[in-house]
């Protein structure tokens, strides 16, 4: 796979029937390797590893429903208390990061209300802070660390 943006991890790997699989350590299961499982495996390593995001506050593809159609998120952080920290979509390392794929984002936030946005392909990371009295929101240079 493609080298990432991201710190060197080391993942569990198998191969069935000549296909590859990754270990998802938040679902606990192998999942088949795509080049958008490679790029969200990465972001739950760094998230854990380097920001210090408790595992057990982390949800990876959970379903909501949006006017009427299933959607998946890819990774979903919680605070301790329950309301949404942050909301992160990931994209496979050769598509790029477009209007669309923020408006993709806003929408799925514009329900969940999370505080903060991260878009990423594994190459390119955006992060944003959400001000939800203002109704806008501003770059950052990073996801903050974890600090409950």
Same mark, same amino acid.
């Given at each position: ?20 699989? @990754? ?34 506050? @982390? ?15 890819? @990774? ?73």
């Amino acid at each position: 796979m493609q080298r990432l943006n991201f710190p060197v991890y080391h993942f569990r790997f198998k191969n069935t029937e000549n296909t590859p699989y @990754i270990f998802d350590v938040i679902r606990k299961k192998f999942v088949v390797l795509q080049p958008e499982e490679w790029v969200r495996q990465h972001v739950l390593l760094y998230l854990m590893q380097e920001k210090k995001y408790p595992k057990s506050l @982390i949800n990876v593809e959970k379903q909501l429903m949006l006017n009427g159609l299933k959607k998946r998120t890819d @990774i979903i952080i919680f605070q301790p208390d329950g309301r949404l920290e942050l909301l992160v979509e990931c994209k496979a390392p050769q598509i790029a990061i477009t209007q669309d794929t923020f408006d993709q984002i806003a929408m799925y936030n514009l329900k969940l209300k999370a505080n903060y946005l991260m878009v990423t392909n594994g190459l390119q990371h955006y992060c944003c802070e959400m001000d939800w009295i203002a109704e806008k929101y501003r770059f950052l240079p990073e996801i903050p660390d974890f600090s409950r």
